[in-house]
């Protein structure tokens, strides 16, 4: 016998798991289609006693008819009951306009379309200073499928002729970067050498010998003349040499030890612990430096005391006198012959036999044989002083910020003055660029802060009816404009509204605002079109005319390097304008799908960062950040912990980044935000494909699988830096699932990391880094799959 609790029942009772997707929410959501339904109602007419007697079975019988269109009504009910219960909810939510609908109800105004910025290296002509109104506009060329991009002066600006371009002088290396040497650059007019003299390098006091190999004329970038000076064999350098500190001695004279024998009953040695005879008076004082050689062996030491020594050759010889008879008639005596020697201390014993005295070759005097050049760097870093021999006069005009460029067209901005006393450039103190720059360096000192965005002057938008409660407009052009701004929000807009000549202001909302307060809120659409709503404080008077001044164009795709060379009118004295640097800080407006993520995060915030959680949720939403990481460091003098924010993303984003955390937490909260720097890695895979497909396509998807662009926060390839994040760690394992899951992989055969074989269960980028595979399809990509960048 069954029991009735066995039976199948419907409908059955939901069991909805969270996070689902649109399609498998309204799946899971419904109760049945219209066959379920009908098996359900024709079940429940025959559990029902009163409808024992009816047997109708034929099609066109009105009981089953009636039962069928009541199968259909269900069916139809459930469908739309999925539809409307998805749509409360922000993850299954499908209709035009429904996530924005569902964020207001938090409070959440979405992040709109924000310009990007650019610093300009502007070129001007002329004597005298060139002043610029704010609002002086420039023009992109197409790039990237983009068409160009208006960009404007966002404060008045002034040029001065003067400092256009100033080379940067090569910054000399004076630390020997190396632990031995094996050759320098000398100045060939001071060059007292040739090919086999023996020499000794003073490394400041320390001694070290060596032969000459070969003199041979260098050429430098500089075109400063040099020889390389080539030693027999390397020596050894002592810690923190320096070139300015190197002198090179040579032999301006030989002599002789002094010779073991029994002359005049003198038997003192010629070497005796650190004290030797030479065989001739010697100039030698102390501190002087002295060379012994003896064969292929080289010893140099230091005089520490010099004294002149006599010894006699031949005593007194007494002769007798006679004449010719053979009488004696007197005596003579003659002179004793002596010879002067020199009896030098050393700083040590030479360590060399007196039995070798003979053989010996004493070198002294020893001069300055060659002076060695300190080489000129051939890169310029954030901590090398920039000279700038051109800057004669003080600048004009107020200088803060500076823009280099190299040889390569690679630049950085920075912050800094100029200093025409000293020739110099100052930097801002703590400044990291992230990169060396490859001389020749040059630097711009006319810089253009400037903004996307192209200025719309006194559009009417209507006239007012003080009847209307809600009064609203919309702009002509889209998107409006928002620029970077350093408040809570993050951004600030471009729009300024006139009431008759009289100017209104933006509000988030119209909560507290009284009657006499002339507000209004601007609302974006899924489009990007902008609608400005008045009477939340004070309506419109009628017949006022509404006017509206604004800029309009913003988005993430930004000019690279270069691509902003146009004036949009021409300048009297303003001939040309270059970005050295890629523009910074554009983002897309919100997505529907982005407002899934981000406003829930920010409900959390409830207006104030406290956690690190709140620190990456509200670092997260500044335009042109692409990923973010707190963490409780300690402060550089190491007495207390800070909230540290690393980012990846452009170096002007940090001043934005600190201000909006510190709108949004106490005042007296330690906050330091670093900016992430990449480092440049290079991953080789090698997979194998199966024959029954394209080898360049399956290539191509596995890049995919790695690499491809984010459409969401944390999403994206598994080696983007959005998702990696700053230090993020890439995983053998996770990087085998990803190829492995790409369709027509058999195998991955090798994974090398950096050259080396990736043995390690992951790898680590260095504190304040993340790895940078470059961009796939580019000459820079260093993501490689069977060989194919």
Not at 115 to 132: K, M, S, T
Not at 468 to 484: D, M, S, V
Not at 689 to 714: M, T
Request: glycine share 10%; proline share 7%; charged share 20%.
């Amino acid at each position: 016998m069954t029991c009735r609790c066995d039976e199948r029942r419907f409908p059955e009772r939901r069991a909805i798991p969270a996070g689902l997707g649109a399609g498998r929410f309204q799946a899971a959501r419904a109760l049945g289609l219209f066959p379920e339904w009908r098996a359900s109602i024709l079940a429940a007419i025959g559990a029902e006693p009163r409808l024992d007697a009816w047997r109708a079975r034929e099609p066109h019988d009105l009981g089953l008819m009636l039962a069928e269109m009541g199968a259909y009504v269900a069916d139809v009910c459930d469908f739309h009951d999925a539809l409307v219960v998805g749509e409360t909810y922000l993850r299954t939510a499908q209709l035009t306009g429904a996530q924005r609908r569902l964020v207001a109800l938090l409070g959440y105004l979405p992040r709109p379309a924000v310009g990007a910025e650019a610093w300009l290296a502007a070129q001007a002509e002329g004597r005298r200073v060139i002043d610029l109104p704010a609002g002086t506009g420039f023009r992109s060329g197409a790039f990237d499928g983009e068409a160009p991009q208006v960009f404007e002066l966002t404060q008045p600006a002034s040029l001065d002729p003067r400092i256009n371009r100033l080379p940067v002088d090569r910054v000399p290396g004076n630390a020997i970067p190396a632990t031995t040497l094996s050759w320098m650059l000398v100045h060939p007019a001071s060059l007292r050498l040739r090919v086999g003299d023996p020499v000794v390098l003073d490394f400041a006091g320390t001694l070290r010998t060596a032969r000459v190999s070969s003199l041979v004329p260098e050429p430098l970038r500089s075109r400063a003349p040099a020889v390389r000076l080539t030693l027999a064999s390397p020596v050894s350098v002592p810690p923190g040499a320096t070139w300015s500190s190197l002198r090179v001695l040579g032999s301006g004279g030989t002599r002789g030890l002094w010779k073991l024998g029994q002359i005049g009953g003198d038997t003192e040695a010629a070497i005796s612990g650190s004290d030797v005879l030479l065989g001739s008076l010697a100039s030698a004082g102390a501190g002087d430096v002295v060379l012994f050689e003896l064969d292929s062996t080289l010893v140099a030491r230091r005089v520490t005391a010099s004294i002149e020594r006599h010894r006699t050759l031949f005593a007194t010889l007494a002769s007798t006198l006679k004449d010719a008879s053979n009488a004696v008639v007197g005596t003579l005596e003659s002179a004793p012959v002596k010879v002067a020697i020199s009896r030098l201390t050393l700083d040590s014993p030479p360590g060399l036999s007196s039995g070798s005295a003979s053989q010996i070759v004493v070198h002294h005097p020893l001069g300055l044989a060659a002076q060695v050049l300190v080489p000129l760097k051939d890169t310029l870093s954030h901590d090398d002083p920039i000279s700038i021999p051109g800057l004669a006069d003080p600048p004009r005009v107020n200088v803060s910020r500076l823009l280099l460029e190299d040889v390569h067209l690679e630049g950085v901005a920075t912050t800094g003055t100029l200093d025409a006393a000293s020739r110099t450039a100052v930097i801002g103190q703590g400044e990291d660029w992230g990169t060396a720059l490859t001389a020749a360096v040059t630097l711009y000192g006319n810089v253009l802060a400037v903004s996307r965005g192209e200025t719309v002057l006194d559009e009417v938008l209507g006239t007012g009816d003080a009847s209307q409660p809600r009064q609203t407009f919309k702009l002509a052009k889209k998107p409006l404009t928002y620029l970077p701004a350093a408040t809570a929000s993050g951004v600030r807009s471009t729009l300024d509204i006139r009431v008759g000549g009289i100017r209104w202001h933006a509000v988030d909302s119209f909560y507290r605002a009284g009657e006499a307060d002339r507000v209004f809120i601007v609302r974006h659409d899924d489009e990007g079109e902008s609608f400005v709503t008045f009477g939340g404080g004070a309506r419109l008077p009628s017949g006022a005319v509404v006017t509206a001044t604004y800029r309009y164009g913003a988005g993430k795709a930004v000019p690279p390097a270069g691509a902003i060379a146009q004036l949009a009118r021409p300048f009297p004295g303003l001939t040309s304008v270059r970005n050295v640097l890629p523009a910074f800080g554009g983002d897309d407006a919100e997505t529907p799908r982005a407002l899934a993520v981000y406003a829930p995060r920010s409900a959390l915030l409830l207006g104030r960062t406290v956690s690190l959680p709140d620190f990456e949720a509200a670092a997260a939403t500044v335009p042109g950040v692409r990923a973010v990481l707190a963490a409780w460091r300690w402060d550089a003098a190491g007495l207390r912990a800070v909230a540290e924010v690393q980012y990846i993303g452009a170096e002007p984003l940090r001043a934005g980044i600190h201000a909006r955390l510190r709108a949004l937490s106490e005042p007296d909260a330690p906050i330091a935000v670093v900016r992430c720097l990449p480092q440049e890695s290079t991953l080789a895979l090698s997979v194998e494909v199966h024959p029954d497909h394209l080898a360049a396509d399956v290539i191509a998807a596995v890049r995919e699988a790695l690499y491809r662009e984010e459409d969401l926060p944390g999403a994206g390839g598994l080696l983007r830096a959005e998702r990696l994040g700053p230090e993020g760690v890439v995983f053998l394992s996770e990087i085998a699932e990803a190829v492995m899951g790409v369709d027509g992989v058999t195998a991955l055969q090798g994974v090398s990391f950096d050259g080396a074989p990736f043995t390690q269960s992951g790898r680590k980028p260095a504190p304040g880094h993340y790895f940078d595979f470059g961009e796939p399809g580019t000459s820079g990509s260093r993501l490689l799959v069977n060989g194919v960048a």
